[in-house]
């Protein structure tokens, strides 16, 4: 089994990986990973980070699921499978709107596409997606959508999203967003 070549997320945490690969360690791996036939090889098409802590753990036999799968289908299932996970921020989940849009215009021509694929209203989308029109420095504040609370050092999108809509100085934008990431101030 050969990694992901066409997986939209380029970093893996290590960390996160350590943590993935301990837990398999001590259950065992409690979802199959998704795999294609690639010439001899089979390739990872969802679960990498599964398939890399497996390897991590050093286990010989991974539970695995075979389809067939073009490269445009693994392509769109990473994408949207990436825009439903709960770890990514909202820069991150328009990076992969936008992606969807751009290589696949025919099946998503418009953001009420992509949220009727994803089970999210457009207007979630669209908010994702003005994420990236902010600065630099406030999207590195934007935090991971997290179930519980918001970490420490970041802020959630809509906040961001509501500082520049209500700050128009870029400097004044920025600091302000510093300030309640620093001060975790909800």
């Not at 992509?114 to 990236?132: C, F, H, N, S, Y």
Request: glycine share 4%.
């Amino acid at each position: 089994i050969q990694p992901n070549r066409l997986n939209p997320r380029l970093e893996f945490r290590k960390k996160a990986l350590d943590e993935l690969s301990d837990s398999i360690k001590e259950s065992g791996m409690l979802q199959p990973i998704i795999i294609r036939p690639v010439g001899n090889e089979y390739e990872v098409v969802v679960g990498e980070r599964r398939y890399r802590a497996s390897q991590q753990a050093h286990l010989e036999k991974v539970p695995v699921i075979i389809r067939d799968y073009t490269d445009d289908e693994v392509i769109e299932l990473n994408l949207i499978e990436n825009i439903q996970r709960e770890n990514l921020s909202a820069v991150e989940k328009a990076n992969s709107c936008i992606q969807l849009k751009k290589r696949f215009p025919e099946k998503y021509p418009a953001w009420e596409a992509i949220a009727q694929k994803i089970g999210v209203g457009p207007d979630t989308v669209q908010e994702w997606v003005r994420t990236l029109s902010l600065p630099k420095e406030i999207r590195s504040k934007i935090a991971p959508r997290e179930i519980r609370r918001v970490p420490e050092g970041k802020i959630d999108y809509q906040t961001a999203l509501h500082v520049v809509e209500k700050i128009k100085e870029k400097p004044k934008q920025i600091e302000v967003v510093e300030k309640l990431a620093e001060q975790h101030i909800p």
